[in-house]
């Protein structure tokens, strides 16, 4: 069963920047054969998906982060970093860190997640 450990949360002031890095164990299997993503969940909100990275490195984005958030994977180490930039205050939420065996949402493990705070 793959585990999954975040970390790289705080809190920054507007405009700063912050790296997520989540890092998998357990696993028996390749890390190509994982898409990863990061989820945020704010609070009274539901769970969105922030960005998504296929075995084969392939980033998308939800509309909300395009242009200020990167992520990107060592396939090698079974890690996926987000790199967040241009903060905002509404970038508050507590962040998870998903794996999806075979690029399936039914497969899908997550992290403990970790909280990022965006200050005025």
């Known amino acids: 069963q793959v585990q999954l450990a975040e970390s790289g949360g705080g809190s920054v002031q507007a405009g700063e920047s912050l790296r997520l890095s989540c890092e998998a164990s357990g696993y028996k299997d390749s890390a190509a054969g994982y898409c990863m993503l990061w989820f945020r969940q704010a609070p009274g909100k539901e769970r969105e998906l922030v960005a998504r990275i296929t075995g084969k490195s392939v980033p998308s984005y939800a509309d909300s982060v395009k242009g200020r958030f990167t992520i990107s994977r060592d396939i090698n180490k079974f890690t996926v970093t987000l790199d967040m930039s241009g903060l905002k205050p509404e970038d508050t939420a507590m962040y998870y860190c998903?794996?999806?065996?075979?690029?399936?949402?039914?497969?899908?493990?997550w992290g403990q997640g970790t909280q990022v705070t965006v200050s005025s």
């Open positions: 998903a794996a999806d065996r075979l690029c399936a949402p039914l497969l899908r493990v």
